[in-house]
């Protein structure tokens, strides 16, 4: 429920900034910093942050069809 979660700093940031600030971190720092707080889960649980991440350690797409949750694919790929 969004009227339950609590601003914080990177709320006040744009996209763009917020999305270059993640990229510098390892999925590793990445799962952590998610759980930090709601807000934050809800901008990192996104298509676009573990998309990325799929395309920042090299995993390949090999797949016809779409790929429905990106994080679930890079956790059951990369930490195989």
Known sequence: NEENISPTIFDSLPKF?????????????LVKF???CKSI???ID?????K???QTYGLEI???GKIAD??????NNYLV
């Open 17 to 29: 900034v917020f999305m270059h600030l993640i990229s510098y971190l390892k999925y590793q720092e």
């Open 52 to 54: 990325k991440m799929c």
């Open 70 to 75: 990106w994080k679930i694919f890079f956790l």
């Open 62 to 64: 090999t797949k016809s």
């Open 46 to 50: 996104t298509k676009e942050v573990w």
């Open 34 to 36: 998610e759980r930090v």
């Open 41 to 43: 889960k809800q901008k």
